[in-house]
């Protein structure tokens, strides 16, 4: 029944390598770059399935207070400490099935673009009707090019005839270099790892229970008998889900998404979800380019101007203007490291 179906929004990811857009205090789930939040987009694409009393979001308790600015009502689920998905989809479950012990959940992250709501609610639903059938769902992304920043999930034999496909999950599997993308790519049986997952509550942890049994102790000696939830996120270690489970359990099922889905994991990714001009530029703000290609530039206030550049990302926000290759965007998460040490903790 769809009234035993809950949301899980999870928003404490730090969102580094978007820095200075992402910053500790307002990390990239309230990034606006469409008018709207990530975290408000996540949440209003959610509400047309689930009721809105069974949306929950999961974020450390440092974040309640700015995820209420933008959804005043919001049900908050809040962590001592942001430790990765693992102990948040622990925490989360646990914390749910306290309120409807017959509870099956999504689990979603707030910082995702989803494109084509209708395909995506038709998943959510399939995915609910799958775990029905015992499984773990995860969502896989058919993927349109061969994406080296991505995991991948390797499918085995489909469980039945419905749509959209789901097919049992053979094998997760890192982010490969560019020839091995390439190859998945080719194969067609690869799939991006969406971070999307369904599962029935009481399956989730009997998983944990037959799979990861020091975590399933550590589980049942803290959340389970005595709500300590302090003493668990202090003990847990810090983790992803696929790592801490979904790795190890033999019931997880991927369904092929129909929808179109990006995870803005860098300044690349933007090359992605916004269009170009005629000389392969990005350009959100007002900036004026000349004889220049291949740039990403993002203005909130001020106005960038240049000529003659090539393959740079430039972002002007807040007191900082970040100017870097496109080719090394991938290290801001280093810069900031590097930062943090010479500048005050407020600009951070």
């Known amino acids: 029944m769809k009234k035993n179906n809950f949301a899980i929004i999870i928003a404490g990811g730090k969102g580094e390598r978007l820095w200075p857009l992402s910053t500790s205090k307002s990390p990239k789930p309230f990034i606006n770059i469409f008018g709207r939040t990530l975290i408000e987009r996540t949440y209003r694409r959610l509400s047309k399935y ?3 009393e069974n949306i929950y979001f999961i974020v450390p ?4 207070k700015k995820v209420k600015e933008f959804i005043p009502h919001a049900n908050i689920i809040t962590e001592p400490e942001g430790k990765n998905t693992a102990p948040a989809c622990i925490y989360a479950t646990h914390f749910i099935r306290r309120i409807n012990s017959e509870a099956s959940l ?12 209708k395909e995506f609610i038709n998943s959510i639903k399939r995915g609910f009707e799958i ?4 499984f773990i769902i995860t969502f896989g992304v058919k993927p349109s090019r061969p994406e080296t920043g991505y995991g991948y999930v390797e499918i085995a034999e489909k469980i039945d005839k419905g749509k959209p496909e789901v097919y049992r999950a053979r094998k997760f599997h890192e982010k490969p270099d560019l020839k091995l993308a390439v190859r998945y790519l080719k194969t067609g049986k690869y799939f991006w790892n969406s971070g999307m997952f369904i599962w029935n509550s009481g399956i989730f942890f009997e998983e944990i229970r037959k799979t990861r049994k020091e975590l399933y102790a550590l589980y049942e000696k803290t959340l389970l008998k005595k709500n300590a939830v302090n003493e668990f996120y202090k003990k847990v270690e810090s983790n992803s889900i696929d790592y801490a489970l979904l790795e190890y359990s033999k019931n997880i099922a991927c ?5 179109l889905w990006e995870d803005l994991g860098s300044f690349l990714s933007f090359e992605n979800v916004f269009p170009k001009d005629k000389d392969g530029n ?7 380019l000349f004889n220049s290609t291949g740039n990403i530039v993002l203005t909130d206030n001020r106005i960038v101007v240049a000529k003659d550049i090539k393959d740079l990302v430039i972002i002007d926000h807040g007191q900082f203007t970040l100017i870097i290759p ?5 290290e801001v998460k280093k810069i900031l490291k590097k930062l943090k040490k010479t500048l005050p903790g407020k600009y951070f």
């Open 106 to 117: 999504g689990i979603f992250p707030a910082d995702h673009v989803i494109e084509r709501e």
């Open 50 to 52: 689930f009721f809105k």
């Open 61 to 64: 308790r440092g974040l309640k």
């Open 255 to 259: 369904c092929i998404s129909e929808f």
């Open 326 to 330: 496109k080719k090394r965007s991938q």
């Open 131 to 134: 775990a029905k059938k015992g």
């Open 282 to 288: 990005v350009i959100k703000g007002k900036s004026f």
